[in-house]
């Protein structure tokens, strides 16, 4: 029609190739090909050098170090992905799930294309599970099949950050933290990172690990480091009095995950003094500690540890920690001048009170992520006392209840069957029971949507509850 402008399509190839490079980032290896042999444009930017810095190869072997059975799987687009793309690749992150065999076949030649072309500043390596006394016995299927990548240590030049997440402890020859030593080109590491977990769910509690002497040789070999993650059974005095020496670079960060089991004299929480402590901060100024609490630990045990001299930044309740309110009272009263982040996975827990008064208490904190249950009343007043100045608030939706102004229960007698409505007519007791909670759940529909309104109108930002994630998911 005449005078009408045509409607058109908009031209998505017009799009700048860093768009496409940063859209392209967020979708998995298979989709990002299948996109790229569509069109010249999105195949340039499936090859820019931005979007291959980072890239993580998978190895499965076998399911158990029981039997005979051999299996070991390494996948050919892996050394096709390090041959073409290696030269860009600067953080790198190797997985390998269950047990290789002592064939090394394709695993060696794909550890050889690591070397010859990818110039690594970050490495993370998860080797299996993380070892426990219990796989010291059958039929180990690890053999010397490791020994590649334990060259490959030997011989890095760039790397600046190294993540072990889990590594066999079993095998003399296979010591990836003597080859570390051994290269002096790694001397100037900035980042080490030792069997900590990754997952907030759950980790292996019970692995075997470094004891504190020889963690404290390794720390001191790595003069320079600004961030270390340890497990709390590597820790004692002597290591934090190591991280304190003249000549030292400060330290940024130190992350402890907290591993306590009972019965067992490897998994005490080591004891620290306030004077360690104390030395430790002055040494490294504006360190900061953070902490990640795998299962529950008594709070005399924990004290043990944590004196009112160590400068706690953030502390992290996995699933099945089982913070309590005397815990959160704790550091309430003990780090509220530098606590900025608390995170609590566990479920079953009532912590509202106790959390308002942390937030009230603890002008740093601007971090919160709490899975527990929680009224409406408290969520309201949590965001209240930070507003904008929030930079996490996730609350579990599934979690957050609306305090009743009556118990029904408590209104009808025990032997009561029979009772009179408003208009006068009689009714069953259970059937008004029934009918008087789904007024009742219909009200906390309504109050749950005028939370969010008014959390969301605290924050600056359209706010809802978070719905956690399934653990397993087939998408």
Not at 304 to 311: D, G, V
Not at 332 to 358: I, W
Not at 378 to 392: D, F, G, I, P, Q
Not at 419 to 424: F, I, K, L, R
Request: aromatic share 10%; net charge negative; charged share 25%.
């Amino acid at each position: 029609m005449a005078g009408v402008e045509e409607l058109t399509e908009p031209d998505f190839s017009d799009l700048p190739t860093v768009v496409w490079v940063n859209i392209l980032d967020h979708v998995n290896l298979v989709t990002r090909y299948r996109v790229s042999v569509t069109c010249s444009k999105l195949n340039e930017a499936f090859n820019h050098p931005t979007l291959w810095r980072k890239m993580t190869l998978h190895v499965t072997g076998n399911v158990t170090n029981y039997g005979w059975s051999k299996q070991m799987v390494v996948p050919a687009r892996n050394i096709q992905l390090v041959r073409h793309f290696g030269k860009y690749v600067q953080n790198l992150s190797i997985l390998i799930s269950g047990y290789l065999d002592d064939d090394f076949g394709d695993w060696n030649d794909l550890i050889t294309e690591v070397a010859n072309k990818c110039r690594l500043e970050t490495l993370a390596l998860s080797v299996g599970t993380p070892t426990t006394a219990y796989h010291y016995i059958g039929n180990k299927s690890c053999r010397r099949n490791l020994i590649p990548l334990v060259n490959f240590i030997q011989k890095a030049f760039r790397l600046k950050k190294l993540h072990v997440m889990s590594w066999p402890m079993d095998n003399e020859d296979e010591n990836i933290f003597e080859a570390a030593v051994s290269n002096p080109k790694l001397k100037d590491l900035e980042e080490l990172s030792l069997f900590c977990a990754t997952e907030k769910d759950w980790t292996s509690r019970q692995p075997v690990l470094p004891s504190p002497t020889e963690t404290t040789y390794l720390v001191n070999h790595f003069c320079h480091l600004r961030n270390l993650s340890l497990r709390s059974p590597m820790i004692n005095s002597e290591l934090l009095t190591t991280l304190s020496v003249k000549g030292r670079a400060p330290l940024r960060r130190l992350q402890v995950l907290v591993n306590y089991i009972g019965q067992e004299d490897e998994f005490q929480i080591p004891e620290v003094s306030d004077r360690v402590w104390e030395e430790f901060t002055r040494k490294n100024l504006g360190v900061q500690v953070v902490l990640t609490i795998l299962t529950r630990v008594p709070l005399h045990e924990l004290s043990n540890f944590l004196k009112p001299s160590c400068p706690v930044h953030a502390v992290t309740f996995m699933s099945f920690s089982d913070c309590d309110s005397n815990m959160v009272l704790y550091l309430t009263e003990r780090y509220r001048h530098t606590l900025a982040c608390f995170e609590c996975y566990g479920e079953e827990v009532d912590l509202g009170n106790e959390l308002v008064s942390l937030v009230e208490k603890s002008p740093k904190l601007d971090k919160l992520l709490y899975y527990g249950k929680i009224c409406s009343r408290n969520v309201e007043r949590l965001a209240e006392l930070r507003s904008k100045h929030w930079e996490t608030f996730i609350i579990l939706r599934d979690n957050i209840y609306v305090e009743s102004e009556k118990n029904i229960d408590d209104m009808f007698d025990e032997d009561q069957v029979f009772t009179e409505t408003e208009e006068g007519t009689l009714v069953l007791v259970s059937v008004r029971k029934r009918i008087l909670r789904e007024e009742e759940k219909q009200r906390s529909i309504v109050r749950l949507r005028g939370m969010a309104e008014n959390v969301s109108k605290q924050l600056g930002y359209h706010w809802m509850p978070t719905v956690k994630k399934p653990k397993f998911s087939f998408t």
